[in-house]
Each structure stands twice: as structure tokens, then as C-alpha cells.
């Protein structure tokens, strides 16, 4: 204000030229207040895994890997919320497993991952279900049965003495809409199997009523997720798919 006032005490300039200083100055001032004070930029938080969102779930597995000696002759357990939720210890108790099924997953997130997930010790056998999630996400059929393909195909060259089973895409209550997609998935990988040496395990039927329709006695409330009757039925089928696999293998004079 000492421009104001020396203004208004000599008296000796125009009332316009004090009105300009007065502006001018108010401007400048508010210009000096409106500049917001210089910041530091904000340091982002480092994040090893951006573009997928399961780093808990495969730095658990990896937590898991090291806790104990390597299991040999194990049976990977490898896919989705199907794989994660079954009881695969307490279901196969006369051999040794080691699950590695994470919720939501899809073939590519699979294959993302894929050297995270093996075991240390090279497994005797391995079951695949994987590609649901794919079609619930919007996924072709077609682009499904070749990442999926993919994956067996990356498995097979790893482990060329392994058994692999591929468990086909299961009918679910709340996903029935998508039946004739998971149909011609399961169709496309089962034409597949025997010249690129896997095995195909019809998983869907036996979860099936008698009027053709999933069986919802056999799933949780989600209509999407089975319930220990219906891993009943997938632990029959596998336990025999692996006594067989064992029984090949002493045929064939393997090593234990």
C-alpha cells in the first residue's frame, strides 16, 4: 500500500495514472499468489510386475519352493481357480504334488509366468486346466485352443518323459452360455493331442445331469467353482489316469 499512499498524500499525479499503478500492482500481486510453490516430482513406487496382477500369488509359490527339498517325480498341478481350489494334497495322498493353480488366471497369464511356476525337481507328471477365463474374458475360441496349445507344446519340450494330461474345459451353471465356446476349445485341443504326445481328459461329462445340464449339486453357490463332490469326480478320473501313468512307466522300465 506505500504506492497508494504516496499517491494519494502528494497529489501530484492523475487520478487515471494512480488508477493504473493500483491495477497493475493488484495483477502482479495476484499473479504472485495464484503461482503455486515448485514441487518435487513424485517418486513412483518401483513395481516388479506392472502388467499382470498375481505377483503374491507366484512370489507365494516361490516362498513355498524353498521351504522344503524338492519333490521328486512330483505331479504338477498347473491352471486356474480350478486348480487352486482342489484339495490336490489330501486327494492324492500316495504320491507327491505341488500345486500350482492361481485364481483368475488365463493361458496367457500362465504363459507369462511360466518359468516361475515349474517345480525345482523335474515333476513325473502334469495336469493342465487352463482357457476358461480366456472365454469369460472375451477370448476367441480359436485364440484359446492355440494359447493353450502353446503351453503344452513349451511343456512337452521341457519335460519330453513327463505324462501331461490336459483336463478338458468344464460345463459350470453359471457359465453355461459359454458351452459351445469351452466345446470347440475342448474339440480343437483333443485333435491335437496325439501328435504333439499329450493326453486329453474328458472332465466336463461326469459333471453333467441326466438332462444334459450342469449338475449344480456338484458346485458352490458361485454356480461357477465345484464342491468337494464335484472334485470327487475329477480325483477319480485323475487317480486313475496317474496309477495308469505309473503302471506305463514301470512297463517301460523307468526309473523311479
Aim: with cysteine.
Amino acid at each position: 500500500m506505500a504506492n497508494i499512499s504516496c499517491a494519494r498524500a502528494t497529489g501530484t499525479e492523475p487520478h487515471w495514472q494512480a488508477a493504473i499503478g493500483i491495477a497493475l500492482w493488484l495483477v502482479a500481486g495476484g499473479a504472485l499468489h495464484a503461482a503455486p510453490p515448485p514441487t518435487q516430482d513424485k517418486v513412483a513406487v518401483p513395481n516388479a510386475d506392472p502388467t499382470f496382477p498375481f505377483s503374491n500369488e507366484i512370489a507365494a509359490f516361490a516362498k513355498a519352493e524353498a521351504a522344503g527339498p524338492p519333490i521328486a517325480d512330483a505331479t504338477l498341478f498347473l491352471g486356474s481357480s480350478s486348480i487352486r481350489l482342489w484339495d490336490i494334497k489330501g486327494s492324492f495322498t500316495d504320491i507327491g504334488t505341488v500345486n500350482r493353480g492361481f485364481g483368475g488366471a488365463t493361458t496367457p497369464d500362465v504363459l507369462h509366468y511360466y518359468k516361475r511356476l515349474l517345480p525345482k525337481a523335474k515333476p513325473r507328471s502334469i495336469i493342465v486346466y487352463v482357457g476358461e477365463n480366456d472365454l469369460a474374458a472375451g477370448a476367441t475360441p480359436d485364440k484359446v485352443a492355440q494359447d493353450i496349445l502353446t503351453l503344452l507344446r513349451q511343456l512337452r519340450a521341457d519335460y519330453p518323459r513327463a505324462h501331461i494330461a490336459y483336463l478338458s474345459l468344464k460345463p459350470s451353471p453359471i457359465r453355461w452360455t459359454l458351452w459351445p465356446q469351452m466345446a470347440a476349445v475342448n474339440m480343437i485341443v483333443s485333435a491335437r493331442s496325439k501328435t504333439m504326445k499329450f493326453d486329453y481328459l474328458d472332465v466336463g461329462r461326469p459333471l453333467l445331469a441326466t438332462d444334459g445340464l450342469p449338475d449344480a449339486s456338484l458346485f458352490r453357490a458361485d454356480g461357477l467353482h465345484m464342491n468337494p463332490r464335484g472334485y470327487e469326480r475329477w480325483t477319480r478320473l485323475v487317480d486313475a489316469y496317474l496309477d495308469h501313468a505309473v503302471l506305463a512307466d514301470a512297463g517301460a522300465g523307468r526309473d523311479s
